[in-house]
Nanobody, 123 residues
Framework: QVQLVESGGGVVQAGDSLRLSCATS????????IGWFRQAPGKEREFVAA????????YYSDSVKGRFTISRDNAKNIVYLQMNSLKPEDTAVYYC????????????????WGQGTQVTVSS
């Protein structure tokens, strides 16, 4: 089992920054990568970014590339999502999840999920 707890969401204005954290515990060694997804009301859950637990490979969706940065602190078992230049269309519940696959964009390839944290960007 892997436990994931997201934090850091909030209400900000367009152009502001936020840093989300995903604290992991349990059998994280069974996970090959960890990703961030988001889901806005009435929309499907979409991939945002992913990072491998080992190495430096990162993956981003086109909509956040250049604005968001995913990173990890293996000593603390925390994965971060630094979000800069936020836009109203970034408003969503953000989830972190783990996958036994490397850098996959597909939600059904992730097997453990956190409860999510709300990010609201006002214009």
């Amino acid at each position: 089992q892997v436990q994931l707890v997201e934090s850091g969401g909030g209400v900000v204005q367009a152009g502001d920054s936020l840093r989300l954290s995903c604290a992991t515990s349990g059998r994280t060694f069974i996970s090959y990568s960890i990703g961030w997804f988001r889901q806005a009301p009435g929309k499907e859950r979409e991939f945002v970014a992913a990072i491998r637990w080992s190495g430096s490979s990162t993956y981003y969706s086109d909509s956040v590339k250049g604005r968001f940065t995913i990173s990890r602190d293996n000593a603390k078992n925390i994965v971060y999502l630094q979000m800069n230049s936020l836009k109203p269309e970034d408003t969503a519940v953000y989830y972190c999840a783990t996958s036994p696959f490397a850098g996959t964009y597909y939600a059904n390839k992730y097997n453990y999920w956190g409860q999510g944290t709300q990010v609201t960007v006002s214009s």
